[in-house]
C-alpha cells in the first residue's frame, strides 16, 4: 500500500530543492583555524560590531522592516545576532539586513570552494540570505549585489547548523531580480559582506514577522 504524503511534507521537499546547492551538518564541527577565519564573532569586540551598518527596505519610500546587529555576551559565551522585522508589500517585497567592509585577507581565499556559516535561527524568519558587493558597485543605488539565499533547517528544535555556500553558486541580483549579464563572482573584487532576510517577492514562498540568526562565525572552506 501506499501511502499519501501531505501536502504540507511535500512543499517542504520541493522547497528544499531550490536549496540544493547549500549543504548543512547539525553535528559539532572544529573551529576554523584563525587564518581560515573571515568573521569571529566569539572573540569580537563591540568596536567590529560597530562597523556593521544597516541595510534594509527603507532606502526605499514604502519600505517598513528594520534590522539589529548586536553583540551577545555571557559568561559562558558570545556570539553575534541579527534581529530583524521583515513588514513586507502585498507582493511580498521587503527585506532587511546589516553589511560591512570585508576584511582585507578575503581576497586570499579566492581559491576556496565557499563560505561556512556556524549560526542558529529563531523566530517566523527561516529564510536568509549572504549578500556580497563589488567595491566599485558599493553605494551605487544602480549596484548588483551577489547573493546566495539558504534556509535554516534546526530551527524547530533551537539547535546550531553548520552552512555550506559554494561561490559558484552565488548570483548577481538587483532589487531581488537576477542580472544574467552580470559578470561571475570574484571575491578578489569584494568590498562588502552582509546578513540579509527577505519577504520573498520573486520566490515561491513568503515569510514576514520577527526572527534572528545567531552567528559564531564565517569561515572558508
Not at 545576532?81 to 586570499?108: E, L, R
Not at 549560526?119 to 549585489?145: E, F, N
Request: net charge neutral.
Amino acid at each position: 500500500m501506499i501511502s499519501k504524503v501531505s501536502p504540507h511534507l511535500l512543499y517542504q521537499f520541493l522547497m528544499l530543492g531550490r536549496f540544493a546547492s547549500v549543504s548543512y551538518c547539525t553535528m559539532e564541527i572544529p573551529r576554523p583555524t584563525k587564518d581560515s577565519t573571515l568573521f569571529d564573532f566569539t572573540t569580537a569586540t563591540q568596536s567590529d560590531i560597530d562597523s556593521w551598518r544597516e541595510v534594509s527596505d527603507t532606502v526605499r519610500e514604502p519600505g517598513m522592516s528594520k534590522a539589529v546587529f548586536s553583540l551577545q555576551k555571557t559568561r559562558l559565551f558570545q556570539r553575534a545576532v541579527m534581529f530583524a522585522m521583515i513588514n513586507p508589500q502585498p507582493n511580498g517585497a521587503g527585506f532587511a539586513g546589516v553589511q560591512t567592509v570585508i576584511p582585507d585577507c578575503a581576497a586570499s581565499y579566492a581559491d576556496s570552494t565557499g563560505l561556512r556559516l556556524h549560526a542558529r535561527g529563531q523566530g517566523q524568519l527561516k529564510y536568509w540570505k549572504i549578500v556580497l558587493t563589488d567595491r566599485d558597485q558599493m553605494g551605487s543605488m544602480r549596484r548588483y549585489d551577489y547573493e546566495q539565499k539558504f534556509l535554516l533547517q534546526g530551527m524547530s528544535e533551537y539547535r546550531f547548523e553548520v552552512v555550506d555556500l559554494p561561490f559558484s553558486q552565488f548570483k548577481a541580483y538587483k532589487w531581488g531580480k537576477e542580472v544574467p549579464d552580470a559578470p561571475p563572482l570574484d571575491l578578489v573584487k569584494i568590498g562588502s559582506f552582509g546578513f540579509q532576510t527577505f519577504g520573498g517577492v520573486y520566490d515561491d514562498y513568503k515569510q514576514q514577522g520577527t526572527g534572528s540568526l545567531e552567528v559564531d562565525f564565517v569561515s572558508f572552506y
